[in-house]
Structure formats: structure tokens, C-alpha cells
């Protein structure tokens, strides 16, 4: 019989790990028993593991019980990480044992999903430099931050490369694990997890939930103050050539610099900031598509359609339909 292991982190945690526990145990439990049901045996042994006898949560609000050791555990065939804090520092001062379980275990031939921001815990390690993954998109600013040399996906639902699984973040984690049943089990047992827990099949995107707040956690002066202005003129055509000028810099250095300090070009930037205010007019206004695409300086319909779908996954129409009051 395989074996997969959900870890149990020993500090440095949220109540969202606790979920992340419990739904990956209850779904692949699940998806054991209908294995079981329909071919006559279980697939997998499942356990929670991690380095002490009990983990407490929110003061111990909440206490989870793992089922062994890490240590009792010799092989395994997947390793499932929940979230944790955003803090690379505080999320790894507890859990240091776990990482390099985690990392050995890889080595040996087992296959790493993260759940939201347990993708830190991978990073930490070295197990994603040069290679995609996503995150939640709330963090993905500090993540780009602290990890430049792993190709952050904030896009992304689901990351799948070289056996390491990763997610965008919160309950999303759900539709990670409906991937991993298909990818564990079958797709009619992928089918049923979907039909049972009501969570949606082949999701891949989290873009329709991220909130662009803009990535200023840099220390460019320069660029920060290009980017308040860029929000300051989102009702205007702003050119890349007329900000380098205002700015005193080249076109080129001062797309090098944009970058290097926020992940976008200056185009993508202003793109961006003019569709997060789109999106909040369809949210709380009964403006009508022109009306909101004028508002934010386009002038064509289509072009702003193309781009609301590039980067939301959604039509505006689609967006408004769902988010208006």
C-alpha cells in the first residue's frame, strides 16, 4: 500500500492550517473509501505526521493530534504542506525539522504539494529555485521579495513541475486537492470528490479574487513615487516614454528599474491599476461596461476587453454579472 502524508506544523501557523489539515484529510479519506468501494481495495495508507504529540492553533483554540512522528515515517509517496504565516522567518523558526524531512523525503523520490503559503516552507529549502509556483496572492509581494530566484506564478490556481505541487492560497486549497485525487487515484474519483465536497473541477486560476494593491515593498524611490502617479492618473493615457521623461531617467534604465522593483513592466503596471479600478466600479456602481472603461482612460472595447480578461480570467460583462450587487 502507498503512502501519503499530510504534515502537522509546530508553530508559526493560522486557523486557515488547520483547514488546510482537515480538508486534505477528509477529501483523501474520501476518495480512499470510494477506491475501495469500486475496485475492492484502498489505494493509500494516510497519516498526519509531524515532531511533537499535539500542535495547538490560535492559542489552543484549537489542538491537532498527528498520527506518528515524521521520524517513524521511512517512505512516502506525497507530502502534503497547509499554509503558514507569510513570515519566512517566524514560519520556519518552528519548523525546521519539518523542512528538512520535507527535503529529504524529496530526494528520496516523494512528491511536495503546497497549500497556500506552505509554498515558504519549499522556498526555504531551495526546492523551487528556477522553477514555477504560486502562492496566495495576498502574498506574493513578500514572497517575490524574499525568494527572486523562483518564478512566482500569482496568476496561478495550481502549479505542477518535477513532482512539486503548489497553490494559490486560502480554501483554494480545495481545488488542489481534487487535482491531486485525479492525479493520485482517477478522474471519475476526482468526479466524485468534486460532486461530494461541491468544489469545483479544473479550476485554474486565482486571478478573479486578487486585489492589486500595487507591489511596493521595494526600496526604489524613484519607482515608487512613478507608481503613485500612475494611480493618480488613472483616467489618463499614460505613456512609458512621458514617465521616464518625468522621472529624468532612460526608457530603457527606467524599465529595468520598474521591473526589478515590482515584477511588472511599467505598461503591465498601468494596466493593472486601470483594471483594478474597473473592477471596483463593477463592484459597487451600476455604471455599464463603456461607462467604466471610459472612466479608466480606454477608449476601445475591445482592447479593454481583451485586457480585463487577461487579467482577471473573465470578461467584464462575466465580472460585472457576478460581483454586482
Not at 530566484?149 to 492560497?169: A, F, H, M, P, W
Request: glycine letters at 6%; charged letters at 25%; proline letters at 2%.
Amino acid at each position: 500500500m502507498k503512502h501519503l502524508t499530510i504534515i502537522v506544523p509546530d508553530g508559526q501557523t493560522t486557523l486557515s492550517t488547520v483547514a488546510c489539515i482537515v480538508g486534505a484529510y477528509e477529501i483523501l479519506v474520501a476518495a480512499n473509501r470510494y477506491w475501495m468501494r469500486t475496485k475492492g481495495k484502498e489505494l493509500y495508507r494516510i497519516e498526519l505526521a509531524g515532531v511533537s504529540k499535539k500542535a495547538d492553533f490560535d492559542n489552543g483554540l484549537l489542538t491537532v493530534k498527528p498520527h506518528t512522528h515524521i521520524s517513524a515515517i521511512e517512505k512516502t509517496d506525497l507530502i502534503i504542506i497547509p499554509s503558514l504565516v507569510q513570515s519566512y522567518q517566524k514560519a520556519m523558526k518552528g519548523n525546521r525539522l519539518l523542512a528538512e524531512w520535507v527535503k529529504q523525503q524529496y530526494k528520496e523520490g516523494a512528491e511536495l504539494a503546497s497549500m497556500c503559503t506552505g509554498t515558504f516552507m519549499l522556498a526555504s529549502e531551495g526546492l523551487l529555485d528556477g522553477r514555477n509556483c504560486s502562492t496566495h496572492w495576498s502574498a506574493a509581494d513578500v514572497f517575490r521579495n524574499q525568494f527572486p530566484s523562483v518564478k512566482l506564478q500569482r496568476e496561478k490556481l495550481i502549479t505542477d513541475e518535477n513532482g512539486i505541487y503548489t497553490n494559490g492560497g486560502a480554501y483554494s486549497f480545495l481545488n488542489l486537492l481534487i487535482y491531486l485525487v485525479e492525479k493520485y487515484f482517477d478522474r471519475p474519483t476526482a468526479i466524485y470528490c468534486s460532486k461530494i465536497f461541491q468544489v469545483e473541477i479544473d479550476r485554474q486560476s486565482q486571478s478573479a479574487f486578487a486585489i492589486f494593491s500595487g507591489q511596493k515593498l521595494h526600496d526604489d524611490e524613484m519607482v515608487r513615487k512613478a507608481q503613485n502617479f500612475i494611480e493618480s492618473q488613472v483616467g489618463e493615457r499614460v505613456s512609458v516614454e512621458d514617465l521616464s521623461s518625468k522621472f529624468a531617467v532612460s526608457r530603457r534604465n527606467f524599465d529595468r528599474r520598474f521591473i526589478k522593483a515590482t515584477g511588472n513592466t511599467p505598461a503591465e503596471y498601468v494596466q493593472r491599476v486601470k483594471i483594478e479600478v474597473a473592477k471596483k466600479l463593477f463592484e459597487t456602481t451600476r455604471k455599464t461596461i463603456n461607462e467604466a472603461m471610459y472612466e479608466v482612460g480606454y477608449s476601445d472595447t475591445k482592447t479593454f476587453r481583451d485586457m480585463f480578461r487577461k487579467v482577471t480570467g473573465m470578461s467584464p460583462i462575466e465580472y460585472r454579472n457576478r460581483y454586482s450587487k
